[in-house]
């Protein structure tokens, strides 16, 4: 039997489909793990965790079955609550890392959710800048412990396809609409963080992982953890004082969300 819960910190990465969460996943990861993909298909969650063990299905009932190596990402979502992929990524010396189904897939069994998110310590919440919060996003996450709330961030992706001048307006208003809900509301732009370094400074994965080291730091585990033997290199008496990059680029100081709190249709969700 397995469950889900003997991590120091579990990390979701949350969001409707094509918000960037497995390309989020790729870039925490150092290499390219999570399928990135530009049509919807079924992905049961994805759970990274440190190690070089084979990977694994884990089935609804919590029974475990080993996988190919390859087979990792053509698993029927079917009776699938998670893959749990194995990788010597250094981030994982920190926390486990969920890569989550869409929340609007139609695929996703309904209770994939339910099932892990009482699991998660810190959530990372997705949402492309261009369309921003939309109230299907904003039902899911109201709907969730605002002790969750509290220990996630909300990244506005894609905000390479947002004008220099609409930036703003966009970020105010989602951090409007979600006050208090999320400890920090960040842009961010996936695809320049990949790119030369110039761009990198660009792209705000710096002030993400600044602002990750925080929840980290701030997060205690929903459940004392029991030590695995399975897992003996990993330092869990102190999961959070180490940093979470080596070298980060640039540090900076994240404002707080304000107070007033709006909420907003879809129809007008746009900037
Ligand atoms: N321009 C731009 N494209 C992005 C960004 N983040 C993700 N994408 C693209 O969006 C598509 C979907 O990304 P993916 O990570 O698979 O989304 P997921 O469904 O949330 O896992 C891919 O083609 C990515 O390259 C971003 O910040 N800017
Ligand atoms: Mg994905």
Not at 113 to 128: K, N
Not at 207 to 214: F, I
């Amino acid at each position: 039997m397995t469950h889900i819960s003997h991590a120091p910190l579990r990390v979701a990465l949350l969001g409707e489909f094509s918000a960037g969460k497995s390309t989020l996943a790729n870039l925490l990861l150092g290499r390219t793990q999570s399928p990135v993909r530009v049509t919807a298909t079924q992905m049961p969650p994805l759970w990274y965790t440190f190690g070089d063990a084979a990977p694994l299905r884990i089935l609804d009932d919590d029974t475990e079955e080993a996988l190919p190596e390859d087979a990792a990402h053509s698993v029927p979502v079917e009776g699938t609550k998670a893959v749990k992929v194995a990788s010597d990524a250094a981030i994982l010396a920190r926390f486990d890392l969920f890569d989550m189904p869409g929340s609007s897939d139609p695929n996703m069994a309904p209770d994939t959710w339910d099932r892990l998110m009482p699991q998660v310590d810190i959530a990372i919440w997705c949402t492309p800048a261009t369309q921003a919060w939309r109230q299907s996003e904003a039902a899911l996450w109201d709907a969730m412990p605002a002790a969750l709330q509290h220990r996630s961030m909300l990244l506005l992706t894609r905000i390479d396809k947002v004008s220099t001048t609409d930036r703003k307006r966009v970020l105010q208003r989602v951090r409007s609409e979600t006050a208090d809900q999320f400890r920090h509301v960040l842009p961010v732009a996936l695809l320049s963080a990949q790119a030369p370094l110039e761009q990198c400074e660009a792209s705000g994965l710096s002030e993400v992982m600044t602002a990750l080291e925080d929840l980290c730091t701030h997060a205690e585990p929903f459940k004392a953890p029991p030590r695995q033997p399975d897992r003996p290199t990993r330092d869990e008496s102190a999961p959070c004082v180490r940093p979470l990059i080596t070298n980060p680029r640039r540090v900076s100081t994240l404002g707080t969300v304000p107070k007033h709190r709006r909420r907003t249709t879809d129809a007008n969700a746009l900037i």
